[in-house]
C-alpha cells in the first residue's frame, strides 16, 4: 500500500496505542497504579478503534490517477491525440485501470472523486465515506 495521510495518520494512532499498552503492563506490575493503567488502557484502546477506522479511508486513498493519451489516424494523412483520465489501483494480485473519462470534460479533483467512488463500489466499501474529502 503506498503512502497516503489517513495511512500516515492511522500508524501513528496504532504506535501511541503500542507504547500505552507498554505503560500498561509496567504500571499493572505495581500494585497502587491500577487506576493509572486502566485509564490508559481505555486510552490505548480507543485509538486502536480509531486507526481501524481510517483503515477503509486509506484504502480509499490509495490510487493512482494519470493521462492517457491516444493517438488516432482520422484520415490518410492526419493523426488526432485524445487525453482521458485514468485511474489505477491494485485488488488482490492484479492493478485494475480504470477509464474515467475526457480531460476536456472533467478536471482531476473531479476526476479523483469519481475513482473513490469506483473504488469504494468495487472493493464494497460504504459509499458515504468514498466521496469524503481528505483531512
Do not use: F
Amino acid at each position: 500500500m503506498h503512502t497516503t495521510d489517513a495511512s500516515k495518520k492511522r500508524r501513528s494512532l496504532r504506535l501511541e496505542a503500542m507504547k500505552l499498552e507498554k505503560e500498561v503492563k509496567a504500571l499493572a506490575k505495581v500494585g497502587q497504579m491500577e487506576p493509572a493503567a486502566r485509564t490508559r488502557q481505555d486510552e490505548a484502546d480507543r485509538l486502536k478503534a480509531e486507526a481501524e477506522a481510517l483503515k477503509d479511508k486509506a484504502r480509499l486513498e490509495d490510487l493512482h490517477l494519470w493521462q492517457m493519451n491516444r493517438t488516432k489516424r482520422t484520415t490518410a494523412k492526419d493523426t488526432r491525440t485524445y487525453t482521458y483520465w485514468m485511474a489505477s489501483w491494485r485488488e488482490g494480485n492484479s492493478v485494475r485501470n480504470v477509464h474515467l473519462g475526457s480531460v476536456k470534460n472533467i478536471d482531476a479533483e473531479t476526476a479523483r472523486q469519481k475513482a473513490r467512488k469506483i473504488k469504494a463500489e468495487s472493493l464494497g466499501l460504504t459509499g458515504s465515506s468514498a466521496g469524503a474529502e481528505p483531512g
